[in-house]
């Protein structure tokens, strides 16, 4: 670990873009000495900032490349600092040899994440938009994408100055009544503390009614295909994937072990999941799938209860709906084989993975089921996706919770009352970022990649 001091005032550099064959790649200078380490290596400086002005790149005499070269004066940079940005091309040995001469000449190779950590400790990000910066590079879904840009449009950070700031002033109003009981106008009337905390109260429930949803928005809902051996269940997969991820075989129990993937075509993002058949056997490596399975089951979003003909639905699906507390959705594999007009029972999806046939009508009931799940959630309300945001909000909650309950009681002395209020506030400073800020920033930076 470099230490703090050297840190800050190091100029540092790195290969932004992923490491790999393409057309550009992006090298990262950004410090105090930017520009004079950049000069070193360039017959000519870009006259204009934030113009990309065409550069002969040098180590030497050595040409490196001729790249894109822009540079960016502080503070109107992304990290806060003087930095400059080649586009080089791509590739691992264009770039590699830029970084090597610039570090050369005084330049440090970044940590992880180090550009945004100057960027929230110049104070050009908060940390809960840094985080957004973080999950919008691994954002898997639209929605992830979605809800990471709203969170570094400031949205979450606004809704939880707001909160701070009405705790902040529960607390002034609280030290009002401490300092000056006697005076003349009297004391802040006890109801309207109380009013004022259980607003907070409320909005701080609201804001964790969202974690289910965040929990889906990051990870995806986890659909378990779930049914007896050879109905059908790995075709579904693949072809609801569309593409062979499984092996689809005919032999009955060759499915070992829960499969594996993500789509994202309809409303929310699916972690679809292929489970063992869920045959007793004694077999001892298809128990083991079956174990896998019910795990599986135990921690779903939306189970499909496939079976592959209708007399069976209801069994199976009953069978399945004692092993999870998720919705069961009744699907009828491989209706090409059957003739039209076969009765299915009641919201039973009949699909084939053979010609296509009800997959769309099965996505659009799994989004149902999930949104029916969820409740309504109004659409100004910030999504949290993180366990960072849960846990402290959860225990600003509690805080919150303990000050209304002392304080309708009347039991304890106003000022232990109002240590819960002054906890809850910290506990929101932290989770923005206002204070003890390089705690965070390490366990936060540690996944980032180099280069961000
Ligand atoms: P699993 O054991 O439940 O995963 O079943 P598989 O997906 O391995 O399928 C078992 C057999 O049924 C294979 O021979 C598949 O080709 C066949 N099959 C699966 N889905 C369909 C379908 O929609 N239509 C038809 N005609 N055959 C299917």
């Known amino acids: 670990m470099i230490p703090e001091v050297l840190q800050q005032h190091d100029t540092i550099v790195a290969v932004a873009t992923a490491p790999g064959r393409g057309a550009i790649s992006v090298v990262r200078l950004s410090g105090p000495d930017a520009f004079g380490i950049a000069a070193r290596h360039l017959r000519q400086m870009p006259s204009h900032p934030r113009t990309a002005h065409l550069c002969e790149v040098f180590r030497g005499d ?18 806060g600092d003087d930095t400059v940005e080649f586009s080089s091309h791509g590739g691992n040995l264009v770039p590699a040899s830029i970084v090597a001469a610039l570090t050369e000449s005084g330049a440090r190779q970044a940590l992880p994440g180090e550009f945004t950590r100057r960027a929230v400790l110049n104070g050009k990000l908060d940390i809960i938009q840094a985080e957004a910066i973080g999950d919008l590079i691994d954002a898997r879904s639209h929605i992830m994408q979605r809800t990471a840009l709203d969170q570094l ?22 030290a009002y009544d401490v300092d000056f009981p006697e005076e003349d106008d009297g004391p802040i009337p006890r109801a309207r503390i109380e009013t004022a905390a259980e607003s907070v109260l409320a909005s701080l429930d609201q804001l964790l009614l969202t974690v289910p949803v965040g929990e889906i928005v990051r990870e995806g809902a986890v659909v378990v295909i779930a049914g007896p051996p050879n109905v059908g269940k790995s075709s579904l997969f693949n072809a609801l994937l569309g593409k062979s991820r499984a ?15 993500v789509i994202d075509t309809g409303k929310w993002p699916l972690r ?14 298809e128990q083991l799938g079956i174990e896998v399975s019910e795990r599986y089951l135990a921690g779903a979003q939306v189970v499909l209860a496939c079976a592959e003909s209708a007399a069976s639905l209801d069994q199976i ?10 919705p069961v959705v009744s699907v009828r ?7 039209n007009g076969e009765k299915l029972p009641p919201s039973a999806i009949a699909v084939s993975a053979e010609t296509g046939l009800g997959l769309k009508e099965l996505l659009g009931a799994i989004d149902r089921v999930i949104d029916r799940r969820q409740g309504f959630i109004p659409p100004d309300v910030p999504i949290l996706t993180r366990a960072r945001h849960r846990k402290a909000l959860d225990s600003a909650r509690g805080d919150v919770a303990q000050f209304l309950d002392a304080w309708r009681m009347q039991r304890v002395p106003v000022t232990i009352a109002a240590a819960h209020l002054r906890t809850a ?6 989770l923005i970022g206002t204070f003890e800020v390089e705690d965070v920033l390490d366990r936060l930076f540690s996944s980032f990649c180099v280069g961000k």
Do not use: H, M
Request: hydrophobic share 40%.
């Open 153 to 174: 449009d400031g949205g979450l950070s606004r809704r939880l100055t707001a909160l701070r700031d009405s705790l902040l002033e529960l607390e002034s109003l609280i």
């Open 317 to 326: 699906k009953e069978v399945v709906g004692k092993r999870t507390e998720a």
């Open 425 to 430: 506030i910290s506990e929101l400073e932290e």
């Open 247 to 261: 092996i689809v075989t005919e032999i009955p129990g060759t499915t070992r072990d829960a499969l594996e993937g």
């Open 333 to 339: 594999t491989k209706a090409d084989l059957v003739a």
């Open 272 to 285: 679809l999941v292929d489970t063992a058949g869920l045959r007793e056997t004694g077999d001892l490596i």
């Open 62 to 79: 050595e040409k490196l490349d001729e790249a894109l070269v822009t540079l960016y004066p502080a503070p109107n940079s992304f990290t």
